[in-house]
């Protein structure tokens, strides 16, 4: 592919690849840190992933990237959308490095990953204390980089800026509002139905073992690939790829439920069939990679929740799950449905239903909106947490840990990061449906283990263009128009009405 490219692009791709490798190398590390790692190697790995910010900054603010960007400016490339958007996305992060300087770039990094440590114990201790120096370091260094970034403008538009581009307070705060205000009624309902939900048949002993077989079955039947991916044990679920060759799922467990080892590792296999779609022959250059983590969000609520929660999925998955869990008594679709789409909220976000899901990440927006513009600080945290799940949720945490100290995004330095969960739920019901459209009877093949057709269009719609376009383009692209939450909604009223008759 590079053969054919104008001998710029050739010299920006080449003066971008250190930059590419030092970030792989660092996620390889982080990682490794959250799966493997014993606790005493805490302290050498956060220097380690410091200096290797601070050697990728460096990379992106210097000369030879500032020269190879320069020499790209020329009208050659005005016709190829996909050079274009190259040039584009490696001047923004040249941009954006110059903006920060190297020393705070470094400090997050050492600052982020000593967090991530006092976060666990503070967790484990149920003690805000503990994380709270962390904590206020932390926000007063995305502070200056959020200063640095804005330019004047809004800090907490820069900051979710960096998570999906384009994303503004302007937009977001009507779109939750709108959010609370259908939610809120759908909720209540759900509460004063008769309906009481059994969810016995997900209940009972399963073996971990057992529970990781089944889960890994499920992802290789679907499509995920395990030549170029691994599914590992870690305390908090995430998914991350070093290249389209080699993906890292993981999960966790419970042994008396089987829900959140399966759905979690089908939300994770979303994200991951995402970065092994990525355009392989862009591997490596800056729109090589995914366009943004709301459209990254989306792929993995789509497979958990649109198609893992469906009555086609389970009429396929239910002779699997008798072979995998022998012992447990017999369900039928019918029985298990309800126990899949309860309604009720609740104290954590990961565990929360599709209806209340939305309500903890407005939450999060609501808090960080308010750190960010000097309303509350770091001190206040804890009280202004209770307050808004209150007022949002109607719900009081009876501890730190399953409250303020749920999260591990603060501790990672991630704000600005959560409204993303709320774009990929709502970009991912509006896929399905046109999916659903343009493959006529792709619901029923899931009943007979069919996944390749909605792959397919997920492949050729969303992943092979890795940042070439932006999302919302491919929003539009995809699905015929802006994205909006109608279809997230529409799907939840009918099940909410499957399940409770509201
Ligand atoms: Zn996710």
Redesign the pocket.
Known sequence: MTSALPPAVSRLIEAYRPVHDLQAAAAVLSWDQETMMPPGGREARGRLLGTLAGLRHDHLAGSAFADALAGCDSEALAHDPALQALVREARKLHDRAVCIPAELTRALAEATSEGLATWQRARAADDFGIFRDSLARIIDLVGQKADALAEGGSRYDALLDLYEAGSVEAELTPLFEGLRAELAPLVQAAAASSVQVDESPAQGHFNPDAQYAFGHAIAQAIGFDFDSGRLDQAAHPF?TGFDVGDVRLTWRFQEDDFRPALFGIL??MG?GLYEQGLPADWRGTPIGSAVGLGV??SQ??LWENLVGRSRSFWEWLMPHFRAAFPQHPKFDVDAIYPALHTIRPSLIRVEADEATYNLHVAARYDLERKLFAGEITVDDLPEAWDATYQDLLGVHAPSAADGVLQDIHWAMGAFGYFPT?TQ?NLIAAQLFDAAREDLPGMEDGFARGEFAPLLEWLRTRIHQHGKMRTADQLVREATGKPLSPEAFLSDLRSTASAVYEV
Request: a negative charge; hydrophobic letters at 0%; aromatic letters at 10%.
């Open positions: 998914c939300h994770e994200h990254h969000e993995s609520r969960y990929g």
